[in-house]
């Protein structure tokens, strides 16, 4: 490989939320590991690589310019957002008047929320869900309706579109949040999926807030299908949100966009995120971008993509074949996996929250599913690199699943 994806970085005391905040006693962080044990991050969804070499010579080709007063979002900035939608997604008809900054996803989600909804109202969400999304939609006073994601007999997660449909009529719902691909479950749609989840959405007047942070983060050869491509109806009745921050491991800068067409929801989003006047982009994180969507930033890209999927494959035949009773559906985007304990513990005799502290005990630090709306599930994201993944579940075998 041309880019280095298996030094171990030391991300301690370098305000690394992932092995910094361990122990705070929230319930949101995993405790410290026992002595004896450093710890391996497998749960916040950040990554424990290096950034792409493009996006750090980007900033430091701009610092050398000691001058950060106002500034105006350049051309190349919308340029590259462009180019890389039309090179990566197969979008042609994106333009710059489609393109609105966004501090981050959840504000994003907030504020378009802030213009299809009034507090009180029901909002659509498939579940296991993104905890970002309880948090940001319940905190500004609507109300999330899950309608569970099944699995199939080959292990596949799909939506059930007849539960979405009675929800929908049952609970007078008129907005609805997409995760494309889906965090936790790590699934890409098809996009015959997405095509009939938009026709559902359309005969019942339901507009759509499509998170696809994720979209560039395919294992095996998966394909992203952007949900605002599928129908004329989900093109004009859609916001989609993005950012560099998943995929080139930014989150840190800050920095997301929305890509709207129709200019009535266009408009009216863009006011909604005017309003707090906090809503800014930085010129670091503007120049951040530009030098991940790029030539050099996409090859190293597509070989984090197939660090990925290597990891996640590994995980996923690891669980298969030594865990009885876990249940793991493979990881087709994201790099994350969501593992169903609960036959496993029913089986041996021991509680979940036993088992989630079995593991951070000796530094294996996924994260309790129930903050995702899926009790007896562990969220485990394998975005460090292999050697790390291999010795988690060497400690998993030896001292978790015994």
């Not at 029901?122 to 609507?142: I, K, M, R």
């Amino acid at each position: 490989m041309t880019y280095d994806f298996s030094t171990i970085l030391d991300r301690h005391g370098q305000d690394a939320m992932a092995v910094d905040a361990l122990g705070d006693g929230t319930g949101f962080f995993p405790a410290k590991p026992r002595e004896g044990f450093d710890s391996i991050p497998l749960w916040v969804a950040d990554m424990s690589f290096a950034t792409a070499p493009s996006v750090v010579r980007a900033m430091q080709e701009r610092l050398k310019q000691p001058h950060f007063g106002y500034y105006q979002p350049r051309d190349e900035y919308f340029d590259a957002i462009i180019e890389w939608h039309r090179t990566r997604k197969g979008v042609s008809d994106l333009a710059r008047e489609h393109i609105g900054y966004q501090n981050g996803v959840l504000g994003g989600v907030v504020s378009a929320l802030g213009v299809l909804c009034s507090p009180g109202d029901n909002v659509l969400v498939h579940s296991p869900t993104y905890v970002g999304f309880t948090h940001a939609v319940g905190g500004h006073g609507y109300n999330l309706v899950h309608s569970p994601l099944v699995c199939d007999k080959d292990g596949v997660w799909r939506m059930d579109f007849a539960d979405m449909e009675r929800r929908i009529v049952q609970n007078n719902i008129h907005a609805a949040i997409f995760c494309s691909p889906h965090n936790p479950c790590g699934r890409v749609w098809e996009k015959r999926e997405i095509e009939q989840a938009m026709e559902l959405f359309e005969r019942h007047n339901v507009y759509v807030v499509s998170d696809e942070i994720w979209s560039d983060l395919l294992l095996d050869d998966n394909v992203h299908t952007p949900t605002q491509q599928v129908s004329d109806w989900a093109h004009e009745h859609t916001v989609a949100l993005y950012a560099p921050s998943k995929t080139f491991n930014l989150a840190g800068l800050v920095g997301s966009y929305h890509v709207i067409y129709g200019s009535w929801l266009r408009d009216r989003v863009v006011r909604q995120g005017e309003l707090s006047h906090y809503n800014a982009q930085n010129v670091l994180s503007m120049h951040a971008l530009m030098g991940a969507y790029s030539p050099e930033g996409a090859a190293w890209c597509d070989e984090l993509c197939q660090v990925l999927s290597a990891n996640a494959t590994y995980a996923y035949e690891h669980i298969r074949s030594r865990y009885p009773g876990v249940r793991c559906a493979r990881a087709q985007g994201t790099y994350v996996l969501l593992a169903d304990c609960r036959d496993w513990c029913h089986n041996k005799g021991i509680s979940y929250e036993d088992l989630v502290r079995a593991g951070w005990d000796v530094g294996v630090t996924w994260h309790d599913g129930r903050l995702f709306n899926c009790p007896g599930c562990v969220r485990i994201a394998v975005s460090v690199p292999h050697s790390q993944v291999v010795e988690a579940f060497d400690r998993l075998d030896r001292y978790v699943f015994v």
